[in-house]
């Protein structure tokens, strides 16, 4: 049974040394989070000072508010944006013109291939007060609007420009989920006189709702994590009351004032907050029979 398996071992040992490398061994540096770390002693070398880098923490002001901006974006990112791969791939699936499907997701699909930084910079292109397209038109009829400066505005269009960035890659995972739905269901139900959203509603969502559930438990995982690139690339001082957030704060305190182990106790309590969350997540799915595992 080896002998025979032995190719697809191959080409799976590249992909199983990357997740050892760069997902594995690295967690050995966590104990950093338990030390006060510098660079001349090194990791081994530096002396141990216990939860004292957990209780500096969290005795800062403006651990409160990083927290919870980042509670905020992740949980109204998770209700705003997981939806829409869902409806992408439902729309596409419907579609009977394969040329037309093709050109669709094409547009959908070449967002995701764009840097942060190139989508920056189209969105402040938009919405700059000076010089923006929106607020030319805007200048026509009012006054120039600050969008990247007033919270309100600004959430909307980091949500509006991850959903318009991830939607279509996202979609791909669910659209091959649907081939595996039997046709027959859909011809049963339209003989039982179903029209469309009837269809949708009780064949093709209950066919894919085992890919739903699992990546939804995924996604609860990344409560904790706010992607670095977006929030940095569209941040600005006039809106950090909710932009300021936990990879912000590992980025500013870590990287540039070199607080290794400070930024490594806020990674520490971020990922614990994850696993607790993506268990939680998978014991109410298998309360209805929808576990991860």
Not at 10 to 31: N, Q, S
Not at 53 to 69: G, M, P, V, Y
Not at 278 to 284: R, Y
Request: proline share 4%; net charge positive; hydrophobic share 55%.
């Amino acid at each position: 049974m080896f002998k025979q398996n032995l190719p697809l071992y191959i080409m799976f040992l590249p992909g199983l040394l990357v997740l050892i490398i760069f997902k594995y061994l690295p967690m050995g540096g966590i104990v950093i989070a338990f030390k006060d770390y510098n660079l001349f002693d090194g990791i081994m070398n530096s002396p141990w000072v216990g939860m004292k880098n957990f209780e500096l923490l969290f005795n800062q002001s403006q651990t409160e508010q990083i927290i919870r901006n980042t509670l905020m974006i992740s949980v109204i990112g998770i209700a705003v944006g997981f939806p829409m791969p869902i409806i992408l791939a439902i729309m596409l699936n419907e579609v009977r013109k394969l040329w037309f499907k093709r050109v669709v997701q094409t547009f959908v699909y070449m967002p995701h291939f764009f840097s942060w930084v190139i989508v920056g910079g189209i969105v402040l292109s938009l919405f700059a007060i000076e010089g923006g397209t929106i607020n030319k038109w805007l200048s026509a009829v009012a006054e120039p609007y600050p969008f990247l400066y007033q919270p309100l505005s600004w959430l909307a269009i980091f949500f509006g420009s991850g959903i318009w960035k991830e939607t279509g890659f996202a979609a791909i995972i669910y659209l091959a989920a649907l081939t595996a739905v039997d046709p027959s269901l859909y011809e049963a139900a339209s003989i039982d006189g179903a029209n469309k959203w009837k269809q949708i509603r009780h064949v093709t969502i209950p066919g894919i709702s085992t890919t739903i559930v699992l990546l939804l438990i995924l996604q609860v995982g990344k409560v904790m994590d706010v992607g670095f690139d977006p929030i940095y690339n569209l941040q600005n001082a006039g809106v950090m009351e909710v932009a300021n957030v936990i990879s912000l704060y590992i980025y500013q305190v870590g990287i540039q004032r070199g607080q290794y182990s400070l930024t490594s106790a806020m990674g520490l309590f971020e990922n614990l907050v994850g696993l607790v969350l993506v268990l939680m997540a998978n014991f109410f799915a298998r309360r209805c029979n929808q576990g991860l595992w």
